[in-house]
């Protein structure tokens, strides 16, 4: 069963940038083999996926944060960066990591408050 641990989240004015980081534990396959997700859930809203990547490196994005998120990994660590540029108001969530498609082990999140 893997654990994810997720930091990097702050508070940050509208039109800024950050990067977040998530590190993969107690993981009982290889973590390069994983295709992973970066997650958010706003106040009174689901939880959704924003933004994958496969074992390979292919990512997929939702359409609400294309062309400003961008994920990548480092399987030798197994960890995975969520790089955010450009961040609205609309981007203030908990952001989780996990697998794609979720397991039912989620970690504490990391908070983003974009400010206007």
């Known amino acids: 069963q893997v654990q994810f641990e997720e930091s990097g989240g702050a508070l940050v004015q509208a039109g800024g940038s950050l990067r977040l980081s998530c590190v993969a534990s107690?993981?009982?396959?290889?973590?390069?083999?994983?295709?992973v997700g970066w997650y958010r859930q706003a106040p009174g809203k689901r939880r959704e996926l924003v933004v994958s990547?496969?074992?390979?490196?292919?990512?997929n994005s939702a359409v609400a944060v294309k062309n400003r998120f961008a994920i990548s990994r480092d399987d030798a660590k197994k960890t995975v960066y969520l790089q955010m540029n450009s961040l609205k108001p609309e981007d203030t969530a908990v952001y989780y990591c996990?697998?794609?498609?979720?397991?039912?082990?989620w970690g504490q999140g990391t908070q983003v408050t974009v400010s206007t």
């Open positions: 990547i496969s074992s390979g490196g292919g990512t």
């Open positions: 996990n697998t794609a498609p979720s397991t039912l082990v």
């Open positions: 107690a993981t009982s396959i290889s973590f390069s083999t994983m295709t």
